[in-house]
Nanobody, 119 residues
Framework: QVQLVESGGGLVQPGGSLRLSCAVTGTIIGIYELAWYRQAPGKQRELVARITNDARTDYADSVKDRFIISRDYFKNTMALQMNSLQADDTAVYYC?????????????WGQGTQVTVSS
């Protein structure tokens, strides 16, 4: 069974940094795209960053030049390096994967990890 396992959330002061990780576990054939989404209280879930199979990246305007998404194609892992964190970055962050497995092409979500930016 395919699962996405996230780690790395926590409490950080404004201006600080955090690194989130996501590991894809289970039997898969391939990964098309990996992405990070976030959802703040009372708001809709939004795309933060994504990385395609050919390493193209895309970022939300609000995190450009502060966040960096990366991917290890051999280990099936993804990371989000978050720098210069602001209070507005406080949210639950979710890993998302567009995966080809033996049941076909499916979309998977991690359980979410809380990021809180506060002094």
């Amino acid at each position: 069974q395919v699962q996405l396992v996230e780690s790395g959330g926590g409490l950080v002061q404004p201006g600080g940094s955090l690194r989130l990780s996501c590991a894809v576990t289970g039997t898969i054939i391939g990964i098309y795209e990996l992405a990070w989404y976030r959802q703040a209280p009372g708001k809709q879930r939004e795309l933060v960053a994504r990385i395609t199979n050919d390493a193209r990246t895309d970022y939300a305007d609000s995190v450009k030049d502060r966040f960096i998404i990366s991917r290890d194609y051999f280990k099936n892992t993804m990371a989000l390096q978050m720098n210069s964190l602001q209070a507005d970055d406080t949210a639950v962050y979710y890993c998302n994967a567009d995966i080809l497995d033996y049941e076909g092409r499916n979309d998977y979500w991690g359980q979410g990890t809380q990021v809180t930016v506060s002094s």
